[in-house]
């Protein structure tokens, strides 16, 4: 929406000295880590604590989701709760996702799936010309639609449906298939990123390539594998540095691009690239993500193998990277899921479970953990324990 820009930079602008990029936070001396609290031993139990610190502190009675805590005082009890914009909501149901594809999941994990994709059904606005996912339930104070929302929203439907076999979730999801395809430019192509047409983003084209992928190897219709393609080939063709694999953010109507470095653009890419892989068997398609992850490897890393403070992200990018590494194993890969999860665990997380946007520590301050931060967590521990047992989500990513 039109606050993330604003929001990432406020989030970051203490770490991003001008001029200095990432460099100084790469290069942040390590600081003494606090004493972890109890807490479950293994990997999945650890992603089961972190999801039922999610739901325990963001859901509400009625089963929707807030994107903080609840506030202390008597106004802000009042003024609470807030529901969450979807695409917090649909990063809360993806996680949800990642813990009952792992290893260990309990029963009750696949419930919560089809409970939170239920929930989406406020979101869904019928009064559009094409009916599409809006920023907030029952058409909220926006009106503008964005295409990177909806993808989001189409990945977890897939998911959904993966997960608990109730088939209007596939449906739904190819009704926002149907949306994406609106916003490819007529002129230059590319999806752009909302309805006002006028930057063409990563998270509205990679993303929706996998969405693609995903409904060809669920319903076989060569159009969807048509449009993975397409997509996946514009992408790669403006928004990626073909000599590193850098992934860049967004290009604008006058064709200057954004170069910012954002953790979850790497791993969409890579995670088109090796759905398309998995189903083409073109090694293009593998050597293109491999050259993302190479590029991931070396430059979205600090000391001791960390990844950078951009927890929600993250979250995304272990998603695909796990998806990659089922494609086509590189020990590099769980070891460095590892590595953060590891941390994440010992390092940032509140008594509670709640975990800092930095996995390197310290702890979260109280009531400063906002929904999309905690998401990410979930996702690299269920990532975590998915890795420990094998190669990844094995017989849902693929």
């Known amino acids: 929406m039109r606050w ?9 602008a203490g770490l991003v000295a001008a001029g200095a990029g990432w460099a100084a936070v790469r290069h942040r001396p390590p600081v003494a880590a606090p004493v972890a609290a109890a807490g479950p031993s293994s990997p999945s139990g650890r992603a089961q604590a972190a999801l039922a610190a999610l739901l325990r502190t963001y859901r509400t009675p009625g089963g929707m989701l807030t994107s903080s805590p609840r506030p202390g ?7 609470w709760p807030h529901p969450t914009a979807v695409w917090g909501y649909t990063w809360a149901l993806a996680a949800a996702e990642d813990v009952a594809q792992m290893p260990g999941a309990p029963a009750s994990a696949k419930a919560t799936v089809r409970s939170l994709a239920d929930g989406l059904a ?8 094409v009916p599409a996912y809006a920023p907030y339930p029952h058409g909220g104070p926006h009106t503008t639609k964005y295409y990177d929302d909806n993808a989001w929203a189409g990945l977890d439907l897939v998911g959904a449906y993966r997960l608990t076999g109730k088939r209007a979730f596939l449906t739904q999801a190819q009704r926002v298939m149907h949306y994406e ?36 190897l669920e319903t076989h219709r060569a159009s969807y594998l048509r449009w ?34 954002w953790t979850y653009n790497l791993g969409t890419v890579m995670g088109a690239g090796a759905l398309l892989y998995h189903i083409t068997g ?33 979250g995304v990018l272990a998603d695909n990277l796990q998806l990659l590494n089922q494609v086509r194993p590189d020990p590099a890969i769980p070891s460095l899921i590892a590595t ?6 010992k390092r940032a997380r509140s008594a ?18 906002k929904l999309l931060q905690q998401t990410g967590a979930v996702r690299l521990l269920a990532v975590a324990a998915a890795l420990a047992h094998g190669r990844g989500f094995a017989g849902y990513a693929l």
């Open 181 to 216: 395809k609106t916003g490819w430019a007529r002129s230059g192509g590319g999806i752009y990123w909302n309805d006002k047409r006028l930057t063409r983003q990563t998270p509205a084209n990679a993303p929706v390539a996998e969405l693609a992928a995903y409904l060809y």
């Open 282 to 314: 073109r090694a293009s398609y593998l050597a293109q993500a491999r050259r993302t992850e190479a590029y991931t490897l070396a430059n979205a890393l600090r000391y001791n193998g960390m990844l950078l403070p951009q927890a929600e992200f993250n």
């Open 228 to 261: 993975a393609e397409r997509i996946y080939a514009w992408q790669e063709s403006t928004l990626v540095n073909p000599s590193t694999g850098q992934v860049w953010d967004n290009i604008d109507r006058g064709g200057h691009i954004v170069r910012n470095l």
């Open 340 to 345: 953060n999860a590891a941390s994440a665990w």
């Open 73 to 79: 005082g008597v106004l802000g009890v009042l003024r």
């Open 122 to 129: 406020p979101y869904w606005d019928t009064r559009a010309a």
């Open 4 to 12: 993330r820009r604003w929001w990432l930079a406020a989030g970051v």
């Open 352 to 369: 509670q479970d709640l975990f800092a946007h930095d996995w390197f520590g310290p702890p979260p301050a109280p009531g400063s953990v």
